[in-house]
């Protein structure tokens, strides 16, 4: 069975400019949880989508938007983009809405250079 | 505002020894606690998880004990093999938030020694 994919696996940006970040979840699961992790600290909780619909959103500006599709793959969108925004940005299913975290799988992530 | 703290960047041990990671936490509202390990170029993989109505659970060469009294968790790997050299990370989950949010630590990089 095919784990949590995300896609591209590097990006490299310019300040300014916009990105879309993309996953696809485990078969079957309806949460996804995006997380970002600045070199040195530990990932860092995003969103949570369930069932399309925002479940819970951390402390992020409003540049940063995400959004899931009928068929429960995300995008994470990042406009205006920071020399700070650089950093490995993870991707994480789970078939539950809220509880039971360490049924959370994480994917390989997306490596996001900002120049 | 670290709510999750892993002080120690770095552990080095001899194969066949003990591991210990520790991580400490400061928000009440912690009630489920895990542990990640990650390699380079891999997302992080669940290791083994601790409710807060134990103090202990074990899995295999895995142990995690929680102190909830000193808001204190750790780790406890024997005997530590090659292939456990990875960055480990601490999480916690305030549940009955309505989200599966977890607050991770630093991390801590254990380098096993042969």
């Known amino acids: 069975d095919a784990g949590v994919t995300q896609s591209p696996t590097h990006l490299i940006k310019t300040r300014g400019q916009h990105v879309t970040l993309r996953c696809s979840p485990i078969?079957?699961?309806?949460?996804v949880s995006w997380y970002q992790q600045v070199l040195g600290q530990g990932p860092q909780f995003i969103f949570q989508?369930?069932?399309?619909?925002?479940?819970g959103r951390g402390n992020f500006p409003d540049r940063f938007s995400a959004r899931q599709f009928p068929n429960y793959s995300s995008e994470l969108n990042v406009n205006a983009l920071l020399l700070g925004d650089s950093a490995l940005y993870l991707c994480?299913?789970?078939?539950?809405?809220?509880?039971?975290?360490?049924?959370?799988?994480f994917g390989p992530g997306t490596r996001l250079t900002v120049l | 505002d670290q709510q999750v703290k892993q002080n120690s960047p770095s552990l080095s041990v001899q194969e066949g020894r003990i591991s210990i990671l520790n991580c400490d936490y400061t928000?009440?509202?912690?009630?489920?606690f895990l542990w990640y390990k990650k390699y380079p170029a891999e997302g992080p993989t669940f290791l083994i998880s601790i409710s807060s109505i134990k103090d202990k659970n074990e899995d295999g060469r895995f142990t995690v004990f929680l102190n909830k009294s000193a808001k204190h968790l750790s780790l406890h790997i024997v005997p530590s093999q090659p292939g456990d050299s990875a960055v480990y990370f601490c999480a916690a989950s305030p549940t009955g938030q309505g989200a599966q949010k977890l607050v991770f630590g630093q991390g801590t990089r254990l380098t096993i020694n042969p």
């Open positions: 994480a299913s789970s078939s539950r809405p809220s509880g039971n975290v360490d049924t959370q799988y």
């Open positions: 078969s079957g699961h309806k949460s």
């Open positions: 989508y369930y069932e399309k619909e925002e479940r």
């Open positions: 928000n009440s509202m912690f009630d489920y």
